[in-house]
T-cell receptor, first 111, second 114 residues
Framework: AQSVTQPDIHITVSEGASLELRCNYSYGATPYLFWYVQSPGQGLQLLLKYFSGDTLVQGIKGFEAEFKRSQSSFNLRKPSVHWSDAAEYFC?????????FGTGTRLKVLA | DVKVTQSSRYLVKRTGEKVFLECVQD?????MFWYRQDPGLGLRLIYF???????EKGDIPEGYSVSREKKERFSLILESASTNQTSMYLCASSFYSGASYEQYFGPGTRLTVT
């Protein structure tokens, strides 16, 4: 069965520092993978998606993610974090109709 | 832009009340979903619908029902609200992009049952 794991529940970084949020998936074939962001009190917003092809995908707000089949990972990165990036981030994979979400990583940004 | 709206941002209800959460999408999407979100548990699927009047149970359907009489509207019903249904409820709709299904979310309804 498909699954997604986000090993980090909380991450704290300083403003201007680089960021990497981890996501591991479990699926036999090539998965469809997504990253969403949820600001406090808001719904989820799609940051980026991977279906096939180039393993480095660019998203909105300066985020990128790299698909690594050998490591079953789809980590989210940003070279320089802004205070407004403080939010919860969800990795997800999709099957027929349904998505499977990770439990989320809450990002705190220090001024 | 896809727009998914939910009828209330905050809702307070009493135990035993019947509660309706409404969701509307304006992009003619086939599929609609209801999730609940709780700290440490992520998003859990309650019900989804892949067509008008069609519905399927998700991972945690107990205590909930749904209705989809029109394509754009998907309602979540708590027949008799209980305190353990206090949660954030998120609605989503999705379409097939040619490669995969892409989901878009509403802003959420934070429900408190007292």
């Amino acid at each position: 069965a498909q699954s997604v794991t986000q090993p980090d529940i909380h991450i704290t970084v300083s403003e201007g520092a680089s960021l990497e949020l981890r996501c591991n998936y479990s699926y036999g074939a090539t998965p469809y993978l997504f990253w969403y962001v949820q600001s406090p009190g808001q719904g989820l917003q799609l940051l980026l998606k991977y279906f096939s092809g180039d393993t480095l995908v660019q998203g909105i707000k300066g985020f990128e993610a790299e698909f690594k089949r050998s490591q079953s990972s789809f980590n989210l990165r940003k070279p320089s974090v802004h205070w407004s990036d403080a939010a919860e981030y969800f990795c997800a994979t999709s099957g027929t109709y349904k998505y499977i979400f990770g439990t989320g990583t809450r990002l705190k940004v220090l001024a | 832009d896809v727009k998914v709206t939910q009828s209330s941002r905050y809702l307070v209800k009493r135990t035993g009340e019947k509660v309706f959460l409404e969701c509307v999408q304006d992009m003619d999407h086939e599929n609609m979903f209801w999730y609940r979100q709780d700290p440490g548990l992520g998003l859990r699927l309650i019900y989804f619908s892949y067509d008008v009047k069609m519905k399927e149970k998700g991972d945690i359907p107990e205590g909930y029902s749904v209705s989809r009489e029109k394509k754009e509207r998907f309602s979540l019903i708590l027949e008799s609200a209980s305190t353990n249904q206090t949660s954030m409820y998120l609605c989503a709709s999705s379409f097939y992009s040619g490669a995969s299904y892409e989901q878009y979310f509403g802003p959420g309804t934070r429900l408190t049952v007292t």
